[in-house]
């Protein structure tokens, strides 16, 4: 059973940084698509970004391309997001998602899809303030 616990969120004025970390723990041997979901008051939970451990490929939205960065641990049993020039609008629970993959496929031919992801962790909070 694999077990997904965040860490990391806060608040921080606008343009800031902060760093999310995901603790990974009772994966079985295999691929995996881990990816950050973000969720703001009243809106879908919609996956903002992805890293594909079985070759380190990554995916973002548009939204988040170019200020956020996802990264896996040395390790590979924690994931990261490095959030930079943060925006009210990134305000949110943050979720760490994780699904099986195969070696080779791709996490994000379909996009990020709620429905797709199996495992989920508590989510932390990030505040942005203007």
């Known amino acids: 059973q694999v077990q997904l616990v965040e860490s990391g969120g806060g608040s921080v004025q606008a343009g800031g940084s902060l760093r999310l970390s995901c603790a990974a723990s009772g994966y079985t041997a295999g691929y995996y698509c881990m990816s950050w979901f973000r969720q703001a008051p009243g809106k879908l939970r919609e996956g903002i970004a992805v890293?594909?451990?079985?070759?380190?490929?990554?995916y973002y939205v548009d939204t988040v391309k170019g200020r956020f960065t996802i990264s896996q641990g040395n390790a590979k049993n924690t994931l990261y997001l490095q959030m930079t020039m943060l925006r009210p609008e990134d305000t949110a629970m943050y979720y760490c998602?994780?699904?099986?993959?195969?070696?080779?496929?791709?996490?994000?031919?379909?996009?990020?899809?709620?429905?797709?992801?199996?495992?989920w962790g508590q989510g932390t909070q990030v505040t942005v303030s203007s």
């Open positions: 890293v594909n451990t079985g070759g380190g490929g990554t």
């Open positions: 998602a994780a699904r099986p993959v195969l070696y080779g496929g791709s996490c994000s031919r379909l996009g990020l899809r709620e429905a797709d992801f199996g495992y």
